[in-house]
């Protein structure tokens, strides 16, 4: 069983970046980001491959997100730059078994608490 602890996040100003991190406790395969905003479902923000040569993002943050891991430490990051009050929501990290698992919740194996994320406008 695989723990993930994400960190880095917190209140920002509109136009502002954080950077939020997510250290596995072993190994992992594909590593990404999920998003839940109050009242909304889960969704998809941003994934990496086990080696971290491919990554995938959510069309409303290309651009100004960035997701690459350090597998030496077992974690995964998620640059965000150009945040916008609509970025505000818990983020989650979760891992996978396979070494690459796209978009979707359901192929992720290990799930973080979340972290919030607050943008201001």
């Known amino acids: 069983q695989v723990q993930l602890v994400e960190s880095g996040g917190g209140l920002v100003q509109a136009g502002g970046s954080l950077r939020l991190s997510c250290a596995a406790s072993?190994?992992?395969?594909?590593m990404g980001w999920f998003r839940q905003a109050p009242g909304k479902e889960r969704e998809f923000v941003a994934t990496i491959d086990w080696s971290g040569g491919v990554t995938d993002y959510t069309d409303s943050v290309k651009g100004r997100f960035s997701i690459s891991r350090d597998n030496a430490k077992n974690t995964v990051y998620l640059q965000m730059s150009s945040l916008k009050p609509e970025d505000t929501a818990v983020y989650y990290c979760a891992a996978s078994r396979s070494i690459y698992s796209g978009t979707y919740a359901i192929n992720y194996d290990y799930w973080g608490q979340g972290t919030q994320v607050t943008i201001s406008s």
């Open positions: 072993g190994r992992t395969g594909a």
